[in-house]
């Protein structure tokens, strides 16, 4: 069995994740001025089955001219079972981005699966493998699919939600405030959690709908979700100020990496700290916050 440690890859920022067709050279050249956490070059839905071919070669030119810098870079390829998945991953192979995401993933054999051949084929063990949970069974199976990460699925570090296949397949209306999906997408962060998976929020259609769109990235981050995947430039600012921390957050993160850096604590797993108990757990967070708070500064420093 082929184990890759993810827990020891740093954490990265994940709060904006914009889908860029492939098929459009326009859009991916503009890709290069956006502030966006990620790239995610699609080569699904965005691509009309005729001109997958002439997406894939895009995208190889793109990669070896012009490619993506300070940025994560993602690769959505065709379901397992079409007929241009394996010439999909053969591109992702040649092009070696930050991650595979995997759309359709129903059990935990799709993943296991698609590591296996990344694994044969010698892909470098930094290439991850993100899952798309957009169908029913995916979420009856969320569990198990976010389990394999501690096995055979090891290159696996994010799942993306998709709604609307999911609403598709379950014929759940797209109502504002997404109530009755709201079970799915709390099982599904659980899931993510449970295994130490990122996991980012389903995309927002209307990019016009400014307030709308505010909204369900409140929500989102409220429900623990790192991050939003997006449809348009337009998205971009806003996601990144609301699943970013904020100041009170900042703050309790630095006092609780000073207070366990203070001498004598170094051997306490519990401290007290402003009246309350903090366990030595909330350490790692607060320094995982604080590591993307530095990601953000140094972007902000290059800009």
């Known amino acids: 069995m082929t184990a890759i440690a993810s827990a020891s890859l740093p954490p990265r920022l994940r709060r904006s994740l914009l889908s860029v067709p492939a098929i459009n050279e326009r859009a991916l050249q503009k890709a290069h001025g956006l502030d966006c956490d990620g790239v995610i070059f699609d080569l699904e839905d965005s691509v009309a089955p005729a001109r997958k071919a002439e997406a894939r070669d895009n995208l190889k030119r793109f990669f070896a001219e012009t490619p993506l810098r300070g940025r994560e870079r993602i690769v959505r390829i065709n379901a397992l079972d079409t007929d241009d998945a394996g010439a999909d991953l053969d591109a992702v192979l040649a092009l070696n981005p930050d991650a595979v995401l995997v759309p359709k993933v129903t059990t935990p054999s799709d993943i296991i699966g698609i590591c296996a051949r990344l694994d044969r084929a010698r892909a470098p063990k930094g290439l991850r493998v993100w899952a798309m949970v957009e169908t029913p069974r995916a979420v009856l199976e969320i569990g198990a699919i976010a389990g394999t990460r501690q096995g055979h699925g090891a290159r696996l570090d994010a799942l993306v939600v998709g709604l609307n296949d999911l609403r598709k397949e379950t014929g759940v209306l797209p109502q504002p405030g997404r109530a009755y999906l709201l079970p799915w997408l709390m099982q599904v962060v659980l899931a993510a959690r449970a295994f130490g998976l990122d996991v980012i929020d389903s995309v927002f259609n209307d990019f016009r709908d400014e307030a709308g769109f505010a909204g369900e990235c409140a929500q989102g981050r409220a429900m623990g979700f790192d ?77």
């Open 227 to 303: 991050g939003k995947m997006l449809i348009h430039p337009a998205q971009i600012e806003a996601a990144n100020r609301h699943f970013a921390s904020g100041e009170a957050e900042i703050a309790e993160a630095q006092a609780i990496i000073a207070g366990f850096a203070a001498p004598g604590a170094e051997a306490l797993n519990v401290i007290e700290i402003g009246g309350r108990m903090v366990e030595r757990l909330h350490l790692e967070q607060a320094e995982r916050l604080m590591h993307k708070v530095r990601q953000i500064s140094a972007r902000k420093d290059i800009a």
